[in-house]
């Protein structure tokens, strides 16, 4: 089975900075994708970032690109999302996900999802 957790939301000011960190357990020898997605009360999901299995692919959203890094560690078995310059628009429940051997950004590509992580941006 696999299985994703989330950490590192919170509160922050406007401009601030925070680091999400999603743990991945999955079979050894998986090769998958991870993307970060978030969602605000009342408003879809909507993509965030992606990287591949290699790390060696990324892709951004818009509302994020220039701001925001993707990584990972596969040695711990952990991808980051690194984001600066928050706004309050910023403020939802993020998501890791993963299952898709391609980084893709729509959610119903991803099979396995965490339980997401709060981040709330102050003005």
């Known amino acids: 089975q696999v299985r994703l957790v989330e950490s590192g939301g919170g509160l922050v000011q406007a401009g601030g900075s925070l680091r999400l960190s999603c743990a991945v357990f999955?079979?050894?020898?998986?090769?998958?994708?991870v993307g970060w997605f978030r969602q605000a009360p009342g408003k879809e999901r909507e993509f965030v970032a992606t990287?591949?299995?290699?790390?060696?692919?990324?892709y951004y959203a818009d509302s994020v690109k220039g701001r925001s890094t993707i990584s990972r560690d596969n040695i711990k078995s952990t991808v980051y999302l690194q984001m600066n310059s928050l706004k309050p628009e910023d403020t939802a429940v993020y998501y890791c996900?993963?299952?898709?051997?391609?980084?893709?950004?729509?959610?119903?590509?991803?099979?396995?999802w965490g339980p997401g992580t709060q981040v709330t941006v102050s003005s």
């Open positions: 999955a079979p050894t020898f998986s090769r998958y994708a």
């Open positions: 996900a993963t299952g898709t051997p391609n980084p893709r950004y729509t959610d119903a590509e991803y099979k396995y």
């Open positions: 990287i591949s299995w290699s790390g060696g692919i990324t």
